[in-house]
């Protein structure tokens, strides 16, 4: 996979973050044994919890996620699986107003404690948006759509740090009403190599 080239009509600091965003999260089989789901190599992979679990690129992340929510109407966010608890704090740390809400969802009900599925101070009244690192299939967000939904909540949409255009994650969920969003939309063209757009 080649180095990401980054287009975009948008001001240039989002194109600087979506190319360091990026380039620190690429892993490479070079660099390391690296597997798919099957258990079989893979030429590369992306671990957005490298950037998003460094101070100063979590914040800047964090306040352009927040702004976009903000400019939504939107001030409650929830986050399932580790890929999406440190972009739901990024969030949750910018400033402005209002203050954001977040949650994290369970795959199960807590067996004990206060027995939860969604653990934060989110409200059933107001609309809540996923966040997520990887937008691909759809799988993950749908089973984070239909847990929240199954507690009451009202989910309106997905914001992902990387949409792989390829897939049919995207389709997926606006098929079921939600608005997606992707801070970089990965595409693989000019004979293998990826470029990334920001969308």
Not at 59 to 79: F, S, T
Not at 163 to 175: M, N, V, Y
Request: hydrophobic share 40%.
């Amino acid at each position: 996979m080649g180095s990401a080239l980054v287009r975009t009509s948008q001001a240039p600091s989002l194109a600087d973050l979506g190319r360091r965003l990026y380039e620190s999260a690429l892993i490479r089989r070079e660099q390391e044994l690296i597997t798919g789901p099957d258990g079989e190599p893979i030429d590369w992979l992306l671990d957005t919890r490298i950037p998003m679990l460094t101070g100063p690129m979590a914040q800047e992340v964090g306040c352009k996620i927040a702004a976009q929510l903000r400019n939504r109407g939107v001030d409650q966010v929830a986050g399932y699986g580790f890929g999406a608890y440190p972009i739901v704090c990024a969030a949750l740390g910018a400033p402005g107003t209002p203050v954001l809400r977040g949650g994290f969802i369970r795959n199960g009900r807590k067996g004990h404690g206060r027995r939860r599925i969604v653990e934060g101070p989110l409200s059933k009244a107001k609309p809540i948006v996923l966040l997520d690192d990887i937008l691909n299939s759809g799988k993950s967000a749908m089973h984070a759509w239909e847990l929240l939904r199954a507690e009451g909540y009202d989910v309106v949409g997905l914001m992902a740090l990387f949409e792989f255009a390829w897939s049919c994650g995207r389709k997926t969920l606006e098929d079921q009403g939600l608005w997606v969003h992707a801070l970089l939309r990965l595409n693989l063209r000019e004979g293998g190599r990826n470029s990334s757009d920001l969308a």
